[in-house]
């Protein structure tokens, strides 16, 4: 073991010392063989050594902490270099069965960012004993999971309220009254709609094995079903008001949203088959297709589409709350778009002249 | 409910010691604090509403003295009662361009709750404000307002009394059920009136295919109370056990 810290010391001499170990720190360090790991905890930046002089991989030992109260919880050994936090991830959840790995949050140090599950032991490791951080992230669903709740209810709901399921609407009134044709036509665009979200989140999105909290599943179904409720109830009213300008109101509309619906499909097939030519890899761009030439003047089409395909179902069933929902999203969106308008612009700042990020010239 | 969450109201103006969401009376030592500017401007804003809750006790008290009865008091402070309760809006603005440490969200609930409460019900169903009910928030608003600004004010200069902390953690306790007894009775004297006339509503058929009953909102808005006011009360309840607690281990080690 002297033998060992000696070598050591030698070797730390050499390397740089890192910010936050001092002359002193490391001098009392020196001095006090307490443990061997806390002594390599202390450590700066040291060249990852074999932990065993004769070993031909390199094995490191990950001792696992609770973030809040310190305490050990368990140590996940023989990891090799080239193993990821995914494995990481997986060895404690054999080692503590009650944590799966999508719940299992890890951080190099407390209050810094969680470890994405891609990274390599060898691009964290600092010695051959590491110490992480670990924070429950709670239930977690796929996002997979996420849309299809998300998409299916709103299907449905609107359908209920199409169908006229009785105690909805007064019975009497209902079987009255002859329905304009735009009521059908929306509960067509509706479901088109709908149908198309389930179909691209099961054939074309690429969704990342990512994960995310239950709550965010519980918040997104609320806002979406409690909508569609809201909207279908007007719609499908007996005492529904038809648009003020009539048919040429409707078809303008209905071709729009068609157009929009065409458009964001498009948009959504070219950004789930990226191209990875060099330095202009995952940069979505346009092809043929002219749908798709609306990435020359936006950095998310998709949202655009998706807010012209909303604002047409708004202008065809002159409906308030329809316009309130495609207001609603708007914000959202355009928040969304900025971050990601953002990245664009901090990754690939030569191909971003000219554009913004959701609304063209706008926004 | 706007009476307790203005008590339990998160972090408070300014800087400071013990506050209440935070939950920390230590708190202070840790965070910025706003410059001598906005520090300045707050002091001022504080004093204004202490002030301007002052003249409505005092208004109360003459009429009070006045008339001889408790009955129909609100006629005689309607004005300040409007103008400052609605000033309180300015909070939002503090927590929103960031000279106060709270929640946006949070302190807008609170806010809006009360703004909603005088215009929108008492201030527009002219036949509720002859009402008790109106008297026993207002009677509760009044003490909270006064005790919370003074706090403010004392915090921002760094001069609390024990006196003002202890009060603003301790009469909440009467202060809160009064506060939403008051409120409640009033919207529900409100409701037939609101039904009768047919007030804030919109019905079907129109051009825009859009309904609103403002009876059916005001009744969802009283059920919203049986959720919300025992967290605010219970979450106060515990922050007061902190807060005097601490004071008090303070006192000790002084």
Same mark, same amino acid.
């Given at each position: 073991?002297?033998?060992?810290?000696r070598?050591?010391a030698?070797?730390?001499?050499?390397?740089?010392?890192?910010?936050?170990?001092?002359?002193?720190t490391?001098?009392n360090?020196?001095?006090?063989?307490h443990?061997?790991?806390q *002594?390599i905890l202390?450590?700066g930046?040291?060249?990852?050594?074999?932990?065993v002089?004769?070993?031909?991989t390199? %094995? *490191?030992?990950?001792e696992?902490?609770?973030?809040?109260t310190r305490?050990q919880?368990c140590?996940?050994?023989?990891?090799?270099q080239?193993?990821?936090i995914?494995d990481?991830?997986?060895? *404690? %959840?054999?080692?503590?069965?009650?944590w799966?790995?999508s719940r299992v949050?890890l951080?190099?140090?407390?209050g810094?960012?969680?470890?994405?599950?891609y990274r390599?032991i060898q691009?964290i490791?600092v010695?051959?004993?590491i110490t992480?951080?670990?924070t429950?992230?709670?239930?977690?669903?796929?996002?997979?999971?996420?849309?299809?709740?998300?998409?299916?209810g709103?299907?449905?709901?609107?359908?209920l309220?199409?169908?006229?399921?009785?105690?909805?609407?007064?019975?009497?009134?209902?079987?009255?009254?002859?329905?304009?044709p735009?009521?059908h036509?929306?509960?067509?665009?509706?479901?088109?709609?709908?149908l198309?979200y389930?179909?691209?989140?099961?054939?074309?999105h690429?969704?990342?094995?990512? %994960?995310t909290?239950l709550k965010?599943?519980i918040k997104?179904?609320a806002?979406?079903?409690g909508?569609t409720s809201?909207?279908a109830?007007?719609?499908?009213?007996?005492r529904?008001t038809?648009p003020s300008?009539g048919?040429?109101?409707?078809?303008?509309s209905a071709?729009?949203?068609?157009?929009c619906?065409a458009g964001? %499909?498009?948009?959504?097939v070219v950004?789930?088959?990226?191209?990875?030519t060099?330095?202009?890899?995952? *940069?979505p761009?346009?092809n043929y297709n002219?749908f798709?030439w #609306?990435f020359f003047l936006?950095?998310c089409p998709?949202?655009?589409?998706?807010?012209?395909?909303?604002?047409?179902?708004t202008?065809?069933?002159q409906?308030?709350p329809?316009?309130i929902?495609?207001?609603?999203?708007?914000?959202?969106?355009?928040?969304?778009a900025?971050?990601?308008?953002k990245?664009?612009l901090?990754?690939?700042?030569s191909?971003?002249r000219?554009k913004s990020? #959701?609304i063209?010239f706008i926004l | 409910?706007a009476?307790?969450?203005a008590?339990?109201s998160t972090k408070?103006n300014g800087?400071g010691?013990?506050?209440a969401?935070a939950?920390?009376?230590s708190g202070s030592?840790?965070?910025?604090?706003p410059?001598?500017?906005? &520090?300045a401007y707050?002091?001022?804003y504080?004093v204004?509403?202490?002030a301007?809750w002052?003249?409505i006790?005092?208004?109360l008290v003459?009429a009070y003295l006045?008339?001889?009865?408790y009955?129909?008091l609100?006629?005689?402070?309607?004005?300040?009662?409007k103008?400052f309760q609605?000033?309180?809006?300015l909070?939002?603005l503090?927590?929103?361009?960031?000279?106060?440490?709270?929640s946006?969200v949070?302190?807008?609930?609170?806010v809006?709750?009360r703004?909603?409460?005088?215009?929108a019900?008492?201030?527009?169903?002219k036949?509720v404000?002859s009402?008790?009910?109106?008297?026993l928030?207002?009677v509760?608003?009044?003490?909270?307002e006064i005790?919370?600004?003074s706090?403010?004010?004392f915090?921002?200069?760094?001069?609390?009394?024990y006196?003002?902390k202890?009060?603003?953690?301790?009469?909440?306790?009467v202060l809160?059920p009064?506060?939403?007894s008051?409120e409640?009775? &009033?919207?529900?004297?409100?409701?037939p009136?609101?039904?009768q006339a047919?007030l804030y509503?919109?019905?079907?058929?129109?051009k825009y295919?859009?309904s609103?009953d403002?009876?059916?909102?005001?009744?969802?808005m009283?059920?919203?109370?049986i959720?919300i006011f025992?967290?605010?009360?219970?979450h106060?309840?515990?922050?007061?056990?902190?807060?005097?607690?601490?004071?008090?281990?303070?006192?000790?080690f002084?």
């Open positions: 073991m002297f033998k060992r810290h070598s050591l030698s070797e730390r001499k050499r390397e740089l010392i890192s910010p936050g170990a001092t002359r002193s490391l001098k360090d020196m001095r006090n063989f443990s061997l790991s *002594f202390a450590a930046p040291l060249r990852s050594i074999p932990a002089k004769h070993a031909k390199t %094995h *490191f030992e990950i696992i902490l609770d973030a809040q305490k919880i140590i996940v050994d023989k990891v090799t080239k193993s990821t995914q990481v991830k997986q060895k *404690f %959840h054999k080692a503590c069965p009650k799966c790995p949050g951080q190099l140090e407390r810094g960012p969680f470890l994405k599950d390599t691009s490791a010695s051959s004993i992480l951080y670990f429950d992230l709670g239930q977690q669903v796929s996002w997979t999971t996420v849309f299809l709740a998300e998409y299916t709103p299907l449905l709901i609107y359908l309220f199409y169908l006229r399921i009785p105690y909805i609407y007064d019975m009497k009134e209902s079987s009255r009254r002859l329905r304009h735009v009521v036509l929306a509960c067509f665009c509706h479901c088109i709609h709908y198309r389930l179909l691209e989140t099961l054939f074309v690429k969704v990342s094995s990512g %994960h909290p965010n599943l997104s179904c806002f979406y079903w909508f809201w909207m109830y007007y719609i499908n009213h007996p529904y038809p300008f048919n040429k109101q409707i078809t303008i071709i729009n949203f068609l157009i619906e964001n %499909h498009f948009i959504n950004l789930a088959n990226p191209n990875h060099g330095s202009n890899a995952c *940069f761009s346009p002219p798709t #609306m936006v950095s998709n949202y655009t589409y998706e807010i012209g395909s909303w604002i047409s179902f202008v065809m069933t409906t308030l329809v316009g929902f495609t207001l609603l999203i708007t914000i959202q969106m355009s928040l969304w900025q971050k990601k308008h990245i664009y901090k990754k690939f700042s191909y971003m000219r990020a #959701m063209p | 409910m009476a307790a969450a008590t339990a408070g800087g010691g013990g506050r969401g939950g920390e009376a030592r840790k965070k910025k604090g410059g001598p500017l906005a &520090t707050l002091v001022i504080n204004v509403m202490t301007g002052l003249v006790a005092v208004g003459r006045a008339k001889g009865s009955h129909s609100y006629y005689s402070i309607e004005k300040p009662l103008f609605t000033g309180a809006l909070e939002i503090h927590c929103a361009i960031g000279i106060v440490p709270s946006v949070l302190t807008s609930f609170q809006m709750s703004v909603f409460l005088i215009w019900v008492t201030h527009s169903v036949e404000q009402e008790d009910s109106v008297l928030f207002v509760a608003w009044t003490i909270t005790i919370r600004y706090f403010y004010t915090s921002l200069l760094n001069h609390l009394p006196l003002i202890w009060a603003r953690y301790t009469l909440f306790i809160y009064m506060g939403v008051g409640l009775l &009033t919207v529900y004297a409100a409701l009136f609101v039904r047919g509503s919109i019905s079907l058929p129109n295919n859009f609103f403002y009876y059916t909102f005001l009744i969802l009283m059920i919203s109370y959720p025992p967290q605010l009360y219970f106060m309840i515990h922050q007061r056990r902190k807060v005097l607690s601490h004071t008090e281990e303070h006192k000790k002084e």
